[in-house]
T-cell receptor, first 113, second 116 residues
Framework: GQQLNQSPQSMFIQEGEDVSMNCTSS?????WLWYKQDPGEGPVLLIA?????ELTSNGRLTAQFGITRKDSFLNISASIPSDVGIYFC?????????????FGTGTRLQVTL | SAVISQKPSRDICQRGTSLTIQCQVD?????MFWYRQQPGQSLTLIAT?????????ESGFVIDKFPISRPNLTFSTLTVSNMSPEDSSIYLC?????????????FGPGTRLTVT
């Protein structure tokens, strides 16, 4: 099945630095979601975006729904060690409980002190 | 959100055997989903499970290999049948719960399966 492409695949950054990652698709999605997965855990929903152009924040995290509806971006400001993990974007075409999610390939973030 | 638990959390199984994974939610939900996450990979949807009806499987996944039960609104099981080493993965259940004016998926902690 289709997967969304995430960039970068992995990144090492120093504590306190800002982080940017993106997610692109060849087709349109009407909802974009960002999840974080810690080792040995299931993904945790961080941010949900429902409208093209929308910019939404959750603490130090800010995500944007691309105007073309084919991409989304996640920024983390002033990174801290607990930001370590894998960040997945996910897209959904329709609303409602039966709507399937398509997941991105993931961005692995490692933070050094 | 919802509190989701899975059993077992991990298991090591021999090839040719079957394992049943349980998913329990602390509230009634209409839709439950089962995903597979192969080592170092992203999440792939196996099937969508509705209470009282047959599960809907994604391309590449069949009921004989991954039978699913959904006996009530808080519980589901996924069986991985006739296992081979290629079935070594994390298996995750998720549920769609009311959130932000729509429904969003929340995930359980996963079951880490190793097949030898």
């Amino acid at each position: 099945g289709q997967q969304l492409n995430q960039s970068p695949q992995s990144m090492f950054i120093q504590e306190g630095e800002d982080v940017s990652m993106n997610c692109t698709s060849s087709s349109i999605f009407n909802t974009w979601l960002w999840y974080k997965q810690d080792p040995g855990e299931g993904p945790v929903l961080l941010i949900a975006l429902y409208k093209a152009g929308e910019l939404t924040s959750n603490g130090r995290l800010t995500a944007q729904f691309g105007i073309t509806r084919k991409d989304s971006f996640l920024n983390i400001s002033a990174s801290i060690p607990s930001d370590v993990g894998i960040y997945f974007c996910a897209g959904r075409r329709n609303t409602g409980t039966a709507s399937k999610l398509t997941f991105g390939t993931g961005t692995r973030l490692q933070v050094t002190l | 959100s919802a509190v989701i638990s899975q059993k077992p959390s991990r298991d090591i199984c021999q090839r040719g055997t079957s394992l049943t994974i349980q998913c329990q939610v602390d509230s009634q939900v209409t839709m439950m989903f089962w995903y597979r996450q192969q080592p170092g990979q992203s999440l792939t949807l196996i099937a969508t499970a509705n209470q009282g009806s047959e599960a809907t499987y994604e391309s590449g996944f069949v009921i004989d290999k991954f039978p699913i039960s959904r006996p009530n609104l808080t519980f589901s099981t996924l069986t991985v049948s006739n296992m081979s080493p290629e079935d070594s993965s994390i298996y995750l259940c998720s549920v769609a719960v009311p959130d932000r004016g729509t429904y969003e998926q929340y995930f359980g902690p996963g079951t880490r399966l190793t097949v030898t």
